[in-house]
């Protein structure tokens, strides 16, 4: 698998940013059956949590300084045509 199918699945996505220990317990159980996405997994996550931290970010930010939508959509669309 590559980073991408990591991150446009709304299951892993759910787990990255809000886990609980059903969702744990899939992906545990996933990597110890696929050992050799592990590196990719952790890429995935990592790009994940990257983009809610500045999603988080912007939403503490003064409204004048906020990213649109539109602009928050182009953001994501360059990220994954980088890591294509």
């Known amino acids: 698998m590559v980073v991408e199918n990591f991150i446009l699945n709304e299951c892993f996505c759910q787990w990255v940013i809000q886990p609980d220990a059903a969702s744990d317990l899939f992906w545990q159980k996933w990597q110890a059956k696929y050992p050799h996405t592990q590196a990719t997994i952790e890429r995935a996550r990592s790009i994940i949590l990257q983009i809610k931290q500045q999603i988080d970010d912007d939403e503490d930010k003064d409204e004048s ?13 360059h990220i994954i045509t980088k890591i294509k």
């Not at 300084?65 to 669309?77: A, G």
């Open 65 to 77: 300084l906020k990213v649109s939508q539109s602009e928050k959509e182009t953001i994501w669309q």
